[in-house]
């Protein structure tokens, strides 16, 4: 086995999204008040800093102020302040617009901005290396690394020039090992590394089931004439039946260019629902023809998110480590928000670690992190939204009344709390029990195939490397998957990575296209057998996003 190299860190910070680029500079910031030096290394297995960064995205800028005051004279490109919120409930052929007395806190976004979250992040980036921290773009944390008595001691990078069989080419060059006294784990919603922090650990042990959804994206460079910079529009009902939660989002830019996305919830029952489909009929409402029409589509992605709320949240501090922002699920879905939330435990953590540093600790745990964060705002905010994604689990209508029985009448002090132990994948019912959907061909126009969508989406991946989308049992994915449920994986990805075949004897086989993986995780989360397991591949690999 050939020997890695090592590096030592007092910080090592996995992921540079904006929950471990705001730890690192909380980090040096701190720092730099206490005239003290502490290193800080920041892996991102994105080819750049932002290239993974998916979000709707309209952010609350409080936690920014909070981290960075005067973000506006250093140039942060929150460029676009929310002018109006509109919410429509669409049937089939028509939209009823909900009156803006109506429409609870959480749905308005007075003093927030309409972002390109990548572009945040990027910026965030240099404010970060401004600081003195070493950001690592193209490695990806393959592996977690631990004390001989079981603490986080750090993490190590994939191993570099691999073959599919497992042999070394002549550009193998094998993963760096990054010790640190502490390691702050921020790879977004269900990390590779973070769900086997969970298992580990224990740390969902008491919460509630994880509940996630697939956001899928797309922007567009739309006719001037369509375009109302500052407009928040969110919608609910079609094209999704009233069992199966989500919505929309339509943000306008500046420039005219306008962002639109669905949210399906990842507890969908029907296997036959393709959330990519779902998508694509949707801009043929004719509320949302018109914006798209004559226009041009210029990027697509997909991305998983936490919905669970303060429920879900597993314990985030453990031996050595913690998790931040989507990693360990702080995303408000009633406000259909993470960013604030991710620089906010960002900055939390931080603070605890420099505390720790200071004191002479290493590899402990970082309870002052969670002191922190239940004392804070983003605590009380996600506690006023405790209930959200679980009243939803029981249908459209009864989650659109308690929400707004919840945030309007009671302004978030309810005396209930709602538990959920079901995971997502467990929701799917066998293909018999459910209807066929027929989805319209696309036209090319406005509505689109996947391999299009992935071609802009700037994917790549070494076709000859080792397939990143790990099966526990070769077998189960006809045996069962296909035999039960349809072959729900060449639905619910919406990249077009798996794919039913006939082989030459006329017998079904599973084919894994990896080099189309855009790293959204759907499959990790809703394969009803729990048999995919989505691994690293090789940093620098999957999308590269166009501050999305």
């Not at 784990?185 to 769900?195: I, N, P, Y």
């Not at 985030?316 to 009633?334: D, K, Q, R, T, Y």
């Not at 391999?451 to 989406?457: D, G, H, K």
Request: aromatic share 8%.
């Amino acid at each position: 086995m050939t020997e890695r190299e090592s590096m030592e860190y007092d910080v090592v910070v996995v992921g540079a999204g904006p929950a471990g680029l705001s730890a690192a500079i909380r980090i040096k910031q701190l720092a730099a008040e206490k005239g003290q030096e502490i290193s800080v290394c920041v892996l991102e297995k994105g080819a750049e800093v932002g290239a993974h960064i998916l979000s709707g995205a309209v952010m609350d800028p409080k936690a920014l102020t909070e981290l960075i005051p005067d973000w506006k004279e250093k140039g942060a490109p929150l460029n676009t302040p929310v002018t109006e919120d509109k919410f429509l409930f669409l049937t089939q052929s028509g939209s009823r617009s909900t009156p803006a007395w109506m429409l609870p806190e959480c749905f308005q976004n007075h003093g927030n901005y309409i972002v390109r979250l990548g572009e945040v992040t990027q910026w965030l980036g240099e404010q970060a290396e401004a600081l003195g921290v070493e950001i690592f773009p193209g490695f990806a944390a393959a592996e977690i690394l631990y004390t001989d008595d079981g603490a986080i001691k750090g993490v190590a990078t994939g191993d570099m020039g691999v073959a599919r069989d497992g042999s070394h080419t002549p550009n193998y060059q094998p993963g760096m090992e990054l010790h640190a006294r502490y390691t702050l784990f921020a790879e977004g919603s269900r990390g590779h590394l973070g769900r086997q922090l969970i298992e580990r650990f224990k740390l969902d042990q008491g919460r509630n089931s994880q509940s996630y959804a697939i956001g899928i994206k797309e922007m567009w460079e739309v006719d001037p004439a369509q375009s109302r910079p500052g407009l928040v529009m969110h919608t609910a009902g079609w094209p999704l039946d009233a069992d199966t939660y989500g919505g929309s989002f339509l943000y306008h830019l500046k420039d005219n260019i306008v962002v639109v996305g669905l949210v399906v919830g990842l507890d969908y029952a029907n296997p036959w629902l393709s959330p990519f489909e779902e998508f694509q009929r949707y801009k043929t409402h004719p509320a949302i023809r018109p914006i798209f029409e004559g226009g041009k589509r210029i990027a697509y992605g997909a991305r998983s998110l936490t919905a669970g709320g303060l429920l879900s949240l597993p314990k985030f501090v453990f031996p050595g480590g913690a998790m931040v922002g989507c990693e360990a699920g702080f995303l408000n879905a009633s406000r259909i928000k993470g960013s604030h939330a991710a620089i906010k435990t960002g900055a939390l953590a931080a603070e605890a670690a420099v505390q720790a540093i200071m004191a002479g600790r290493s590899h402990d745990e970082l309870t002052a992190y969670t002191t922190a964060f239940e004392a804070s705002w983003l605590h009380d905010e996600l506690n006023k939204a405790r209930n959200f994604k679980q009243w939803f689990k029981k249908g459209r209508t009864v989650g659109t009344v308690m929400t707004g029985i919840e945030q309007l009448l009671l302004k978030g002090k309810m005396p209930w709390t709602l538990r959920n132990n079901k995971p997502d994948h467990a929701f799917l019912q066998p293909a018999a029990e459910c209807a066929r959907i027929d989805y319209p061909k696309p036209d090319g126009k406005l509505t689109f195939d996947r391999l299009s969508s992935v071609f802009i989406s700037n994917t790549n991946h070494e076709e000859d490397e080792p397939v990143h989308l790990t099966l526990k049992d070769a077998s189960v994915p006809v045996s069962v998957n296909l035999a039960k449920y349809g072959g729900p994986e060449a639905r619910f990805c919406p990249a077009g990575v798996y794919e039913f075949i006939k082989d030459d004897a006329g017998s079904d086989r599973l084919q894994i296209n990896a080099q189309n993986c855009i790293h959204c995780k759907t499959c990790d989360i809703k394969d009803p057998t729990q048999n995919i397991v989505w691994v690293t591949p090789q940093g620098g690999e999957g999308p590269v996003y166009n501050g999305m």
